[in-house]
């Protein structure tokens, strides 16, 4: 099973390089490029665990 990163950048080509880092690392990344909805996206998601 891979491992899941949000990664919540605004530079939207920092985001990218680092998600193509990540997935070569064998991680799943999802990208949020707001700060609040970063926030939002990962609380709702240690709430469902």
Do not use: C, P, T
């Amino acid at each position: 099973m891979m491992k899941r990163v949000l990664l919540v950048e605004d530079d939207e080509l920092i985001a990218e390089l680092e998600r193509d880092f990540l997935e070569a690392s064998n991680f799943q990344v999802e990208i949020e490029l707001d700060g609040e909805r970063g926030l939002k996206k990962a609380l709702r998601e240690i709430m469902m665990r």
